[in-house]
């Protein structure tokens, strides 16, 4: 059975939900899945004083256990238009998976959060997809197949190059149906192109 892992970053809930919607999408397509988070690099006082969700089911992914799948999709916030700093941090420990290789030919696929509709969406992607190509990895993107992407009749992530949500200035919009909808199918293709490559 193919294995994938949704690996996430969430300060305030709202990646963590898009994870659970690209979870649901790899269990359609059959793959057993493991939805595992980064380790939270600020101080827990902070942490609370700003609002942060620290209540998530996710376990704490160790870097090393990236070489155990099939395929990976990786979701993080963005900030000022990059990836977020602790995400950033767990994937900068990767070296030994680039020197061994341990990475090549798996599949990968990225998502993300941002306040605005343009606030960063396609950069903060791009900085995720950079590191799974440096680690030799195949990436699946939000084609259009999934046509929900498309149009102005409401507020809407998402890009070719993945799933997305926009969480508004304040953090108070938590992800559309839609949004949802085109990260299941995300993690749908990455778990069918993973299946495919791995038999």
Known sequence: MTKILVLYYSSYGHIEAMAEAVA?????AGAEVDIKRVPETVPEETARAN??????DAPVAEIGDLANYDGIAI????????VSSQMASFLD?????????????????AFTATA?????????LFSLITNMLH???????????????NGVDEVKG??????????????????????????????RRIAETAAKLTA
């Open 93 to 109: 420990q990767g070296g030994g998976l680039w020197f061994t290789n341990a990475l090549v030919g798996k599949v990968g696929g």
């Open 158 to 187: 998402g890009s070719p190059y993945g799933a997305t949500t926009i969480a508004n200035n304040d953090g108070s919009r938590m992800p559309s149906e839609t949004e949802l909808a085109g990260a299941r199918y995300q993690g």
């Open 24 to 28: 649901e999408g790899a269990r359609e």
């Open 51 to 56: 609002g942060f969700k620290l209540d998530q």
């Open 135 to 149: 680690f030799g990895m195949t990436i699946v993107g939000l084609d259009y197949g999934f046509g929900d992407q």
């Open 75 to 82: 979701g993080a916030g963005t900030r000022f238009g990059r």
């Open 116 to 124: 605005s509709q343009h606030g960063g969406q396609e950069t903060t």
